[in-house]
């Protein structure tokens, strides 16, 4: 895994594949789907060139009009999107990806993920899934394709049947949940670690340890939160719907964190009780 520096300072990391993705990037989990254009629109003028959203959160077709709005051209943005719970089933998987390029508006996408692994349904056949998101791959409409949510053994599973490796697996990541053996076996296996929730949905922002850090540093909680993510090496996308947040969360490459301050947030760590989001290995939730 390499980084070198990219558009507007923000280092750029090369996957297994060969492609580069923005290490910093933008997500849109949460942004209702009729304020989407407008919210990456605003972010893409601040200078972030990576947007994150998926099938579950309803506003691809938001995304790709605020790409256009702004007035990019496609290969100036990086786009990720994710496959929907209910469509692991190949043919399902198929349909679901060309409506996800079709409301995105584009004849490629940078990268697709399956959302979760729902290891309980679907009989526990996600590699049936993965073989699909191959073929993306291979008639070039998905340049990459990885998993999010996956645990070690997950990934195991992946590399046993198909001996391909996903490009990045996206999982939770934060300083109350550190999820360092997923991270660490990610590493070992050239699989890029994207974490989300990275500012644990605005709760680290308070912890002592970090205003003390904010504070000695003169930057705001969440830019140290955000670069000690940068420092670990892990993709992050902070979701803000504020153009000043969305402003402070990208100006993150103009200081110094060393290395005793990355070792103390990482000490926030709460093992499983900081999580914040489902556990990957019993969540199984299909929407109506
Ligand atoms: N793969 C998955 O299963 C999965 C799951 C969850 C998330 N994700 C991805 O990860 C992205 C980020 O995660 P997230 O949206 O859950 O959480 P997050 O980025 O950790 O936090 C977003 C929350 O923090 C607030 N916030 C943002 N910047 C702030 C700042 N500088 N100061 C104070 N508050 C701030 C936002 O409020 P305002 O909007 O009001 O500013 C929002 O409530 C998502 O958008 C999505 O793309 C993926």
Known sequence: MSSTAGAGGVPAITLNDGNHIPQLGFGVYQVAPDETAATVKTALEVGYRHIDTAQMYGNEKGVGEGIRGAG?????????????????????????????????GTDYIDLFLIHWPLPTLYDGDFVSTWTTLEDFKADGRARSIGVSNFQIHHLQELARETGVTPAVNQIEVHPYFTNDEVRAYGTEHNIVTEGWSPIAQGKVLGDPVVIRIAKSLGVHPAQVVLR?????????????????????????????????????????????????????????????
Request: hydrophobic content about 35%.
């Open 72 to 104: 990019l051209d496609r290969a100036q943005v990086f786009v990720t999107s994710k496959l929907d719970n209910g469509f692991h089933r190949p043919d399902d998987a198929r349909r679901a990806f060309d409506e996800t390029l079709q409301a995105l």
């Open 228 to 288: 000690w993510h940068i420092e670990r090496g892990d993709v992050v996308f902070p979701k803000s719907l504020h153009p000043q947040r969305m402003k402070e969360n990208f100006e993150i490459f103009d200081f110094e964190i060393n290395d005793e301050e990355i070792e103390a947030l990482t000490a926030l760590d709460r093992g499983e009780a900081g999580r914040r989001g489902p556990d990957p290995d019993t969540f199984a939730y299909i929407a109506d």
